[in-house]
């Protein structure tokens, strides 16, 4: 299997290249996702579930059914407002669906 370190992303007339490490979170309206970045934001028309199986091995999480969240940029889990701190002060909502799954990611010190 081929492992990406990128996507490229077409924005209006030119092809970027994102750094999947420099993804911060996506966020998903009906077919159309918004894919927040370090320095920008690139709306794709591609589902969150083909976004996620295309992430699956890159540590991302599905936290809500409107957002996947990259592991890596999570500062902070507000697990009583149910709310996701990100780096560049984003800030997502957590479903209780998915909540118990992203707690099994973590080994908690108590």
Do not use: G, P
Not at 68 to 94: A, C, G, P, T
């Amino acid at each position: 299997m081929k492992y990406i370190d990128y996507l490229i992303i077409k924005k209006q007339q030119a092809l970027c290249k994102v750094l999947i490490a420099n993804i911060i979170y996506i966020e998903v309206e009906d077919n159309y996702s918004t894919i927040h970045t370090i320095s920008n934001k690139y709306l794709v028309q591609k589902s969150l579930v083909k976004l996620k199986d295309l992430l699956k091995h890159k540590n991302f999480e599905q936290i809500h059914r409107k957002y996947l969240v990259n592991f890596d940029k999570v500062q902070k889990i507000d697990l009583y407002e149910n709310l996701v701190y990100l780096n560049q002060n984003y800030v997502v909502s957590l479903s209780e669906r998915y909540k118990k799954q992203l707690i099994s990611k973590f080994d908690v010190i108590k």
